[in-house]
C-alpha cells in the first residue's frame, strides 16, 4: 500500500523592531521622535524569510481613535521602516497599538479601523507559482519605554505550506511526475486581526501546476512541485475524499496527486491506462489538521502501490496499480508409458 510520510517543521517566527529617529521640529511640538520600524525578516517569491522583507504595512490607534491608516513603511539602507507620510510618538507617552501585515495585498480586503479589524473573502492565488506568505504582527508602545530601546513588532505566519516529495524503491518500473495538485481544501476565509483566527466559507478549489519536464523518482525522495515553489493554503481541518464510497469526489474531500506516467523497466506503459505516451493525475487521500505557521512536507512512496485515478479524470477511484503479480503453480503427476523393445541385431526394429 502506498505511504505518506509527514514532516512538520517548527512555525518560522521573526521580530521588528519599533525604533526612533530624530526629528526637532517634531520635539518642538511636543511630540516623540517619528516612528519608523526595523527588521532582519525578508520575503521571496512565496515564503517570508529573514533575507529581504522590504515593505509592511501598518495601522495604529490611540485607544479606541485611529491615529493612522493603513500606511506602506519601506526599508531604507539604514535598516529602518518608514512611510512618507512621518507620524510622531505622542509627547504626552499615551499608548499606541499597532497592526502591521504583509504583503500589502495578500488576496482579501482588509480593514484596521476603529469598528473592524479583518482581512474579508481571503482567497490563495489559484496559480501556485503567485501564491504568497500572509504575516501578521500585533504590538503595542509608549514614548517613553520604546521611543530609544524600540517596540518589539513580532511576525507570526498565518497559512499553512505545503510540499510534496516523492519516492519509490521499486526498479521494475519507472516514474515520471509532471505535475502536483492539492485537491478541494476550504478555499475562501476571513482573518482577524485581533484573534489572529479564521473564519472559514465552504468554498473549495483545486490548486495545482504541470510542467514539461519530468521528476524521474528514485529511492531518495525528490521534490515535485515545479517551479512554482510551496503552496500557501488556509489553515483548516481537512476531511479526506472516500476513493471507494465517493470515487467521483461529490463531497470534495480533499487529496493529493501528481500527474505520473508509469512503465515497466522492458518498456511498456503501465499508467495512464490506455498506454498512450502521457501523464495522468494519480491520487490519495489526505484528513490533517493544518495549521497556521507550520509547513507541512508529504513524502509519497510508490514502492508498493500509486493511489488511485484522479476523482476528476475517467474511472475516478479505481487503483493506479492493482496488487503484485503472482502464480498459483500446480505440477502434473508423472504418466508412466512403457514398451517392450527387441534387442535382436538381425533385423531392424521399428520403433
Not at 505550506?161 to 481544501?185: C, F, M, S, W
Amino acid at each position: 500500500m502506498k505511504k505518506i510520510s509527514l514532516f512538520i517543521s517548527a512555525a518560522l517566527v521573526a521580530s521588528l523592531a519599533l525604533a526612533s529617529c530624530s526629528d526637532d521640529d517634531a520635539l518642538n511640538e511636543n511630540h516623540g521622535a517619528a516612528i519608523s520600524f526595523r527588521s532582519s525578516m525578508g520575503t521571496r517569491a512565496v515564503e517570508t524569510t529573514n533575507s529581504n522583507l522590504t515593505s509592511i504595512n501598518v495601522a495604529a490607534f490611540l485607544g479606541d481613535a485611529q491615529y493612522f491608516n493603513i500606511l506602506p513603511f519601506n526599508k531604507g539602507n539604514d535598516g529602518y521602516f518608514t512611510s512618507s507620510t512621518t507620524y510622531n510618538w505622542p509627547g504626552d507617552n499615551s499608548t499606541l497599538t499597532f497592526y502591521a501585515f504583509s504583503p500589502a495585498a495578500p488576496g482579501g480586503t482588509v480593514k484596521l479601523t476603529s469598528e473592524e479589524k479583518t482581512m474579508t473573502a481571503f482567497s490563495p492565488a489559484s496559480d501556485i507559482a503567485n501564491q504568497v506568505d500572509f504575516i501578521t504582527a500585533n504590538a503595542t508602545g509608549t514614548k517613553d519605554e520604546n521611543e530609544a530601546t524600540g517596540v518589539p513588532l513580532k511576525f507570526d505566519h498565518r497559512l499553512a505550506q505545503i510540499t510534496v516529495l516523492a519516492k519509490t524503491d521499486n526498479t521494475a518500473y519507472t516514474y515520471k511526475v509532471t505535475g502536483i495538485r492539492v485537491g478541494q481544501p476550504v478555499s475562501t476565509a476571513d482573518f482577524n486581526f485581533t484573534t489572529n483566527e479564521w473564519t472559514l466559507a465552504t468554498d473549495k478549489a483545486i490548486y495545482d501546476e504541470t510542467y514539461t519536464t519530468p521528476v524521474v523518482l528514485g529511492s531518495e525522495p525528490a521534490s515535485v512541485m515545479g517551479e512554482g515553489g510551496n503552496l500557501m493554503l488556509i489553515p483548516q481541518q481537512l476531511t479526506a475524499w472516500s476513493p471507494t464510497t465517493d470515487a467521483a469526489n461529490a463531497s470534495k474531500g480533499a487529496y493529493l496527486a501528481i500527474k505520473l506516467q508509469i512503465n515497466t523497466v522492458a518498456g511498456a506503459q503501465v499508467y495512464p491506462f490506455p498506454s498512450e505516451a502521457n501523464c495522468e493525475w494519480a491520487a490519495i487521500p489526505i484528513n490533517d489538521n493544518w495549521e497556521a505557521g507550520k509547513r507541512y512536507v508529504y513524502t509519497l512512496d510508490l514502492t508498493h502501490g500509486a493511489g488511485y485515478v484522479d476523482p476528476n479524470d475517467p474511472d475516478p477511484g479505481k487503483p493506479v496499480l492493482g496488487g503484485p503479480i503472482k502464480f498459483t503453480v500446480q505440477v502434473t503427476d508423472w504418466v508412466n508409458s512403457s514398451s517392450d523393445l527387441s534387442m535382436d541385431t538381425g533385423s531392424e526394429q521399428s520403433i
